[in-house]
């Protein structure tokens, strides 16, 4: 697929003498199939659709005051290829000075591109792959700005012991995500004694002869009683029939119903309305920030965030302060975030929302960490090791 180089922007922010360039950049997928349009179906967004460099560019001019203080000029370069082009495009931004890279990719691409990199000084921020077998990586040149599927598992089984839900109906579907998905949601009722009656693939197709697996009332049925449908399904397309249709009167939660996410447009706190309303300004469309775009914004805060408050003016001061605990970056969530040492993860709260309403904040009131109270989302460093 033919390379596309979307840009090299320069933006100044503050033309004093001797300031020194602080190169990033922004790498996506082409035709990403994340983002596939086909996808929705009568106007319906099946999948959220994104370009982030929006979010990246609001967070440079967020940053402004900050940068222009200790005299760097943030330089943004921006790269959209084809798959076979990723590690060449990121080679190229590495050559042009690109000090720290930031990825809109699945995870095999972050994977791939982090292992390709290891010879480089560049450091890779991860904002849209969720996998957990990514972190178990480890790779020592990659940082996660997106929330882990055991983080957002975490959060919706918070909820669950809240509301003393015990005991989940699993459906999911037969991608690789939806896998990841359920078994991470299992991996983490498990861990508060929470009870999965039942564990049931199901299917998009409209075969009669696969209806115990496409049809929602026979799918929801014939089991022993549930407090509430755990869904996987990263497509979306079966989960939005599934409220309201189950064979018992039961929550949904998960892929549809109340979902946890990383951010929300919905959300009134702690000045996440300025945040909405300045990513709508920027934005081409006027969308609303979704979770990808909030992971590529935080993303870059980080980084601008190390380079201005960094004690020396070396790569190795930034770096060091970008991945220590003394980092304290805003996220407009509440708390103040910064990257777990053992597995390069960003700690933050996640939403609890519907479609129009945030429910709740996790870490929920009563779940504690002996040390730092985001911890209670994820894997601990105790419970945590490396492939």
Avoid at 304 to 329: H, I, P, W, Y
Wanted: charged share 25%; aromatic share 8%.
């Amino acid at each position: 697929m033919k390379r596309v180089i979307v840009a090299l922007l320069a933006l100044c922010l503050a033309q004093t003498a001797g300031a020194a360039d602080l190169r990033i950049g922004l790498l996506r997928l082409e035709n990403d199939p994340r983002y596939d349009e086909d996808f929705a179906y009568a106007r319906i967004e099946l999948r959220p659709l994104g370009d982030v460099s929006a979010a990246v560019r609001m967070a440079i001019s967020d940053m402004e005051m900050l940068t222009d203080a200790r005299g760097f000029t943030p330089v943004l370069s921006e790269a959209a290829v084809g798959d076979g082009e990723l590690q060449e495009a990121a080679r190229a931004m590495v050559d042009e000075g690109v000090t720290h890279l930031v990825v809109d990719l699945p995870a095999a691409e972050v994977d791939a591109l982090a292992a390709a990199l290891a010879d480089t000084p560049v450091t890779i921020l991860n904002t849209t792959a969720p996998d957990d077998w990514l972190r178990r990586k480890c790779h020592a040149n990659l940082l996660h700005a997106a929330a882990s599927d055991r983080m957002i598992s975490d959060a919706l089984v918070q909820h669950a012991v809240a509301r003393k839900w015990s005991s989940f109906l699993v459906l999911r579907g037969k991608t690789e995500r939806d896998t990841a998905r359920a078994d991470a949601f299992i991996a983490a009722a498990e861990r508060f004694r929470l009870r999965v009656v039942d564990d049931r693939e199901f299917d998009l197709s409209t075969n009669p002869e696969m209806r115990e697996q496409n049809n929602i009332a026979l799918i929801t049925g014939g089991t022993r009683d549930y407090d509430a449908v755990f869904i996987a399904d990263e497509i979306g397309e079966f989960a939005r029939y599934v409220p309201y249709q189950t064979a018992l009167p039961r929550p949904v939660i998960g892929a549809t119903g109340l979902v946890a996410l990383e951010w929300h447009w919905a959300f009134e706190r702690y000045g996440a309305p300025q945040v909405n309303s300045r990513f709508e300004s920027m934005s081409e469309d006027g969308r609303r920030m979704g979770w990808q775009d909030w992971s590529a914004w935080i993303a870059t805060r980080a980084v601008l965030t190390a380079f201005a408050k960094a004690r020396g003016d070396g790569l190795e001061d930034v770096n060091q302060l970008l991945r220590s605990d003394k980092l304290r970056l805003d996220g407009s969530k509440g708390a103040q975030m910064s990257f777990r040492s053992w597995n390069g993860q960003l700690r933050m709260p996640v939403l609890l929302s519907t479609q129009n309403a945030i429910i709740g904040v996790a870490p929920l009131e009563g779940f504690e960490h002996q040390t730092n109270s985001l911890d209670a989302l994820g894997f601990d460093e105790g419970e945590f090791a490396c492939d």
